[in-house]
């Protein structure tokens, strides 16, 4: 992320909603800079708007739509939506950009704008950083004449067109008949098309968080608090639980005995499934730096290679692109399959996992849990004043448990991009090695001093 940038950050911009930068001012200047930013042509420019169904999402909608008509853009609402729906109907609607607002899996009062392209890919850092540029300049005598003020529209049939979408993703003839599935919406964007979706496809559907109020989303549900979605599978009796988050694109599953199955045994699984039907587009798989090293060895064992990015979604989508890999994620849920979404879709994975359930014939339980993964420990460590990770003891302190971990573990050591804490994550073959090191790395950051 480029720190010098007052409202992007690693995915759009986010906060707390009424405050800055999440405000009405700043929403309707974005659109008017990004509707600028994407007026190229002759032709009746056009931008999709999604959200969540976040209380404040009525107030930053009608802000940037404001905005966009200004810029001379028409609109395209399509109320609330998964982030990959937008993205997808940027691109089905041939629109010049696409607009989703949430905040994911943050709590109700959060809310965040994230920006498609035509393409339906999120924006380089140097098209926000242009945008940005745009957002702080006299735009006055740029804006639409009166002539040439967008129009706003709202396409009634978008919760169709992607629930359509994502069972195209699915294995054509094949049904979900006599499956129990357990969807958690997390009263989020895909309350409504999740589980239509599920159901059109012949599952027997259970739904949880799919009455959201505007203040309940990810609210003690969703993939961020599985906890009650792993109850509901077990009572009901189901083959399997899903678990998205407030805007779907990541999601977790959980197995018929209630055993949560993460992002990285779901990528180990889909990329099994693909490499024995010859679908992989390649021999990598794109995960972050948190992935699991058992699904690293996992991966080996298969003849493929596991590829490395910084965290987040955004930074897999754009290595998955320079290397031509058709799949990739994160451990957090965030599963990426370019052959039908330019980002995470949580619901077309989830569709993916049910496909290889169906042709394995055998519970969830024996099919999901690919590998063995390594004991791993994260810690997050606050710090005041300038970062420590550069500093001489913090380097030798890293340098040494590097060392004593080998080839046998791992140590990621990185900064919040939005608090001011350092986050230590170890992981090794065995949990007491895991546990020392941690404590070890987090001693020697809490006890160096800055030199004077």
Known sequence: MNTTRRYFGTDGIRGTANTSPMTVEVAQKLGQAAGLHFRRGSHRHRVVVGKDTRLSGYMIECALVAGFLSAGMDVTLVGPMPTPAIAMLTRSLRADLGVMISASHNPFGDNGIKLFGPDGFKLSDREETTIEALMGADLS????????????????????????????????????DGLKIVIDCAHGAAYR???????????????????????????????????????????????????????????????????LIDGDQIIGLIARSWAAQNRLATSSVVTTVMSNMGLERFLSSLKLNLVRTAVGDRYVVERMREDGANLGGEQSGHVVLSDFATTGDGLVAALQVLAVLIEDGRPASEVCSVFTPFPQKLKNIRFSGPSPLKLPDVEAARDAI????????????RESGTEPLVRVMVEAEDAAIVDAAVDDMCAAIQNTRVPA
Do not use: Q
């Open 141 to 176: 005598s740029r804006l639409a004449s009166p002539s040439e003020i967008g129009r706003a529209s709202r396409l009634n049939d978008a919760a169709g067109r992607y629930v359509e979408h994502a069972k195209a993703s699915f294995p054509r003839g094949r049904r979900l």
């Open 193 to 259: 098309v999740a589980p239509t979706a599920l159901w059109e496809l012949g599952a027997d559907v259970i739904r949880l968080g799919c009455t959201p109020d505007g203040v309940n989303i990810n609210e003690g549900c969703g993939s961020t608090h599985p906890e009650s979605l792993c109850e509901a599978v077990v009572a009901h009796g189901a083959d399997l639980g899903i678990a998205l988050d407030g805007d779907a694109d990541r999601m977790l599953l959980a197995d018929e005995t209630g055993r």
């Open 402 to 413: 590097v060392a004593r971990l080998g080839d046998s573990g791992r140590l990621v050591l």
